[in-house]
């Protein structure tokens, strides 16, 4: 018999950024961009969880980030803004990303159209 879970969705606290961002980075280690700009996992998961962490301290003053919590151990995050709010650069690299998506596009430019002609 398989065993049953029980998940609790609720918001997200502040002191679970640091584990949502976790999440996030795992969440998205595989992203053909990511791995397109940070070809080594452990640089690829400090920027995805920069990342992460941006987009969900963006989110957290609209109420609009739930964590699932089995035992009180964070599972997975939902992070979105509710219809009608706009926040500048939500899901857009930062600035600084800049110059790498440059040596990115100068170094790999085949790999580069190849990924943006199957997004």
Same mark, same amino acid.
């Given at each position: 018999?398989?065993?049953?879970?029980?998940?609790?969705?609720?918001?997200?606290?502040?002191?679970?950024?640091?584990?949502?961002?976790?999440?996030?980075?795992?969440?998205?280690?595989?992203?053909?961009?990511?791995?397109?700009?940070?070809?080594?996992?452990?640089?690829?998961?400090?920027?995805?969880?920069? *990342?992460?962490?941006?987009?969900?301290?963006? &989110?957290? %003053?609209? /109420?609009? @980030?739930?964590?699932?919590?089995?035992?009180? =151990?964070?599972?997975?995050?939902?992070?979105?803004?509710?219809? *009608?709010?706009?926040?500048?650069?939500?899901? &857009?690299? %930062?600035? /600084?990303? @800049?110059?790498?998506?440059?040596?990115?596009? =100068?170094?790999?430019?085949?790999?580069?159209?190849?990924?943006?002609?199957?997004?």
């Amino acid at each position: 018999m398989p065993a049953t879970t029980s998940l609790t969705i609720a918001p997200l606290g502040t002191s679970d950024i640091a584990a949502a961002s976790s999440l996030f980075a795992r969440a998205f280690d595989n992203d053909a961009m990511a791995r397109l700009l940070c070809p080594g996992r452990a640089e690829r998961r400090r920027f995805q969880e920069r *990342g992460g962490r941006s987009q969900i301290e963006k &989110a957290m %003053p609209y /109420r609009h @980030v739930f964590g699932a919590y089995e035992n009180q =151990a964070l599972r997975g995050i939902a992070v979105w803004l509710p219809p *009608g709010v706009s926040v500048p650069s939500f899901g &857009a690299p %930062p600035l /600084r990303s @800049v110059p790498r998506l440059a040596a990115t596009i =100068a170094h790999t430019p085949r790999d580069v159209i190849r990924l943006v002609r199957n997004r």
